[in-house]
């Protein structure tokens, strides 16, 4: 199977800005970011989309909520950012490995477009 451009960075074959990184997940910063601190928290399992997680990836899906709330304290983000997952490429999903945008630096309108 070809390799999604996550699970390249993900190898460091290709590069990114990483700035969190654990056995579970990694977090990059989007290439065209959407607003002033726009990331990326990947799980280093690929699963194509949210909607085919099943429940042996609970403790994943745990973890990168986890870890938003932990780059969030780190990055200083006054509490205030937003999760998005894209599921699926009629939701704006262009990269098939699960991931979840954190967006926070700038008023987030509700609701999204
Ligand atoms: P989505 O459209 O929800 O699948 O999100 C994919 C995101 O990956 C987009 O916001 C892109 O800007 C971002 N992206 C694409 N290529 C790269 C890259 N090489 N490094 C960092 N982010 C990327």
């Known amino acids: 199977m070809t390799e999604t451009l996550f699970e390249k960075i993900i190898k460091k074959d ?22 002033p601190t726009h990331l990326l928290i990947i799980p280093k399992k690929v699963i194509p989309k949210l909607s085919d997680a099943n ?9 990168l909520m986890l870890v938003a709330g932990k780059i969030s304290r780190q990055l200083e983000l006054d509490d205030t950012f937003r999760l998005i997952v894209n599921n699926g490429a009629k939701a704006g999903q262009s990269v098939f490995h699960l ?12 609701p999204p477009g």
């Open 99 to 110: 991931h979840l945008h954190l967006m926070s630096g700038r008023v987030l309108n509700w």
């Open 55 to 63: 429940q042996e990836d609970q403790a994943i899906l745990g973890h």
């Open 14 to 35: 290709i590069p990114a800005d990483i700035i969190y990184e654990d056995d579970i997940s990694i977090v990059i910063k989007d290439i065209n970011p959407q607003a």
